[in-house]
């Protein structure tokens, strides 16, 4: 484990346990195998992923190798979807894999057209629907949000293998609409970022008991304590 992300899990670890965000641990023991570089991989239980699986992989960035890893050692089929301005002009401008499908837009609470707010550092890919203290709400742009059941019947899928998540913020917001969509799901993979909201302990218990009480167990945490692993077990 490198220095910074020692420090980054130490920083969570605490947050944790003096109530800034939600604890949360492992509470099932699977294989666990890390897939993409160490910005934007996830953990996988490698043996609940078959041959030519069906991947949605929401937040792309400018970072496909989660995406690359999955294909590379499945045969996956992954399904990319990003709003984001450089997103789209990023897979716009460079070779991606035959199987890998993208689509520019994002996943909502509803479809529709929403004000995305884009970063402040100009390096930055992520945008927010959130006006959080990394974006700037007087640069924004006009994106096109989906809810993920419009999302799955136009895409004609009945199932999904592994649903990966890193949608800045949201994912407290539409995780709902995910786990009463009636979409079998085996793997949840999300980053979380209580980090930009003040209510985000809050945020965090709410999200982690939804996610518990549809059956779903945390069997991964990343070393940045941010990217967490879940596995459908009921």
């Known amino acids: 484990m490198e220095r ?12 944790a346990r003096i109530g800034k965000i939600a604890f949360i641990d492992i509470e099932e023991k699977r294989q666990k195998q890390w897939y993409g570089n160490g910005y934007g991989g996830f953990y996988v239980d490698p043996t609940l992923v078959p041959d030519n699986a069906i991947v949605y992989s929401f937040g792309i960035g400018e970072d496909i190798s989660f995406d690359k890893a999955i294909i590379e050692k499945h045969g996956s089929k992954v399904y990319g979807f990003d709003p984001t301005p450089k997103s789209i002009n990023y897979i716009k401008n460079n070779n991606t894999p035959e199987q890998f499908y993208f689509h520019p837009f994002g996943i909502g609470e509803k479809t529709g057209t929403v004000t995305f707010n884009l970063p402040k550092n100009k390096e930055h890919v992520s945008g927010s629907v959130y006006g959080h203290k990394l974006v700037d709400k007087s640069n924004a742009v006009e994106v096109l949000l989906k809810e993920f059941k419009d999302i799955v019947s ?4 009945r199932h999904i293998d592994v649903l990966k998540m890193d949608i800045e913020g949201s994912e407290y917001a539409v995780m709902e609409g995910i786990l009463n969509s009636g979409i079998p799901i085996k793997q949840i993979l999300v980053e979380t970022h209580e980090r930009f909201f003040d209510d985000g302990l809050e945020k965090g218990k709410k999200f982690f008991k939804q996610l518990h009480d549809h ?19 009921q």
């Open 4 to 15: 910074n992300d020692k420090l980054k899990r130490l920083e969570y670890w605490v947050k």
């Open 154 to 157: 136009e895409l004609g899928h």
């Open 215 to 233: 059956g779903y167990r945390i069997f991964a945490i990343s070393d940045t304590y941010q990217e967490i692993s879940l596995v459908k077990t």
